[in-house]
């Protein structure tokens, strides 16, 4: 019955390891409900806005997480 969500600080990769990052978060989708990437919702930790983001998203409220 839980809703389960990776919330990562990073940035697009265009390095030679970005093939290796991709496919950890590619296995990493598999055990969780949500990934939100910050480079790809355009907000960062500790900003306040991506965990209501994060919120929205898994469609609860902060008193049920």
Not at 16 to 23: D, I, P
Not at 44 to 52: A, F, L, N, T, V
Request: glycine share 6%.
């Amino acid at each position: 019955g839980f809703r389960t969500c990776i919330l990562t600080n990073n940035w697009v990769d265009d390095g030679a390891g970005r093939l290796r990052t991709a496919a950890l978060l590619e296995r990493l989708r598999r055990h969780f409900h949500v990934v939100l990437e910050s480079c790809r919702i355009g907000m960062s930790k500790p900003d306040p806005r991506i965990y209501s983001y994060a919120l929205e998203v898994l469609r609860v409220k902060p008193e049920e997480v």
